[in-house]
């Protein structure tokens, strides 16, 4: 049985092959034309050193010159010793193009539904000939019809054909006035994909999800990942918007309560009108501490550079460093 295996650079491509089983993970790359820096092949050199991000493997020989013991405990492995037994994820500390490796996947999507899902937000639908390969949490660049512009947002579901975008409308933007005056079901629009460093892991610790505005998509994103998968650890998403009117996938959001054992979920506004009774202000007024300084835990941010950054300090005045942080900065660029 063939395993999927994604291999993630450090300049956030990511590619996709697949392994035989019981097949060297070197073997299989270079088969797929990615040409893995490596020296010995033995395991003794640590040239081929990568980290498992999720997923099962197995290694068959690792000297203590190339990994360590800390090391092997952090998951980092040898891909000329590795065999995978499921699909999985490998990040390397390098960018794609030392293993002269294919460019992201240029591909057509074609448009078969816009749906408006709050005052500021629209789920734009883009329908695939063929499924694309991404990992949950990465993004597309999409051109947007023209113009000579792209923009990029992060996919709000699993790897298939139909692909969902969460698009923030601003009052003036290329994608934005698009979407809102010149979108048409059948439409065809050209994205680069899959983008970025920011994905799903290995989930062996409770997990935090913070979503600022539209960095909601990459979140939805991870969840219907983890509804596929059966996530047995606990989950709590926590949500920011400016008002009651931006707020979007409340039934989504209900359904993984259902679907989800841990599943908890915090919704804060940070301009609420007078009438709103849920909770206000930051994000982090809101999050809470004792419980991941009890557990530990992996957090999961997605949202504009402030709030990301905020969430950064807040981590580290409250000596949370145990919690480990992942986050994906984006703009609203309105150019
Ligand atoms: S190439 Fe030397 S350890 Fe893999």
Redesign the pocket.
């Known amino acids: 049985m063939n395993h999927k295996v994604a291999f993630s650079f450090a300049d956030g491509k990511t590619l996709f092959f697949p392994v035989q089983a019981n097949e060297i993970l070197l073997d299989a790359a270079l088969r797929n034309g990615i040409n893995i820096p ?11 050193q990568g980290r498992c991000e999720s997923g099962d493997y197995s290694q068959d020989y690792v000297d203590e010159e ?1 990994l360590s013991s800390l090391d092997l405990a952090q998951r980092k492995m ?4 590795t065999r995978v037994t499921s699909d999985a994820t490998f990040y390397f500390d390098f960018a794609s193009s030392l293993c002269n490796a294919a460019k992201p996947a240029q591909r057509l999507g074609k448009v078969c539904e816009v749906q408006p899902v709050s005052d500021s937000t629209a789920i734009v639908y883009l329908q695939l000939d063929q499924p694309l390969d991404f990992l949950p949490g990465q993004y597309a660049r999409l051109s947007i019809p023209g113009t000579a512009h792209q923009r990029s947002y992060s996919f709000a579901n699993r790897p298939g054909n139909r692909l969902q975008f969460l698009i923030r409308l601003l009052p003036d933007g290329v994608m934005s006035n698009y979407v809102r005056e010149r979108c048409q079901v059948g439409d065809e629009l050209l994205l680069e994909a899959p983008l970025g460093a920011f994905y799903l892991r290995q989930v062996a610790r409770p997990l935090v999800l913070v979503a600022g505005g539209t960095g909601l998509s990459a979140l939805l994103g991870m969840l219907d990942e983890l509804v596929a998968r059966g996530c047995e650890q606990p989950v709590h998403l926590y949500y920011g918007v400016r008002s009651a009117a931006d707020l979007c996938e409340a039934e989504r959001i209900k359904a993984y309560a259902e679907t989800l054992p841990g599943f908890r979920y915090t919704e804060v506004l940070s301009d609420p009108s007078p009438q709103w009774t849920g909770k206000r202000g930051y994000l982090t007024d809101h999050f809470e501490v004792a419980e991941l300084r009890d557990t530990t835990a992996d957090m999961y941010v997605c949202g504009p550079p402030p709030m990301v950054e905020s969430i950064k300090q807040w981590r580290q005045d409250q000596g949370l460093e145990c919690v480990q942080l992942y986050y994906e900065k984006f703009t609203e660029s309105n150019i």
């Not at 490596?38 to 081929?48: Q, S, Y």
């Open positions: 490596l020296d010995c092949r033995e395991g003794v050199c640590g040239t081929c190339a040898l891909t000329c010793q």
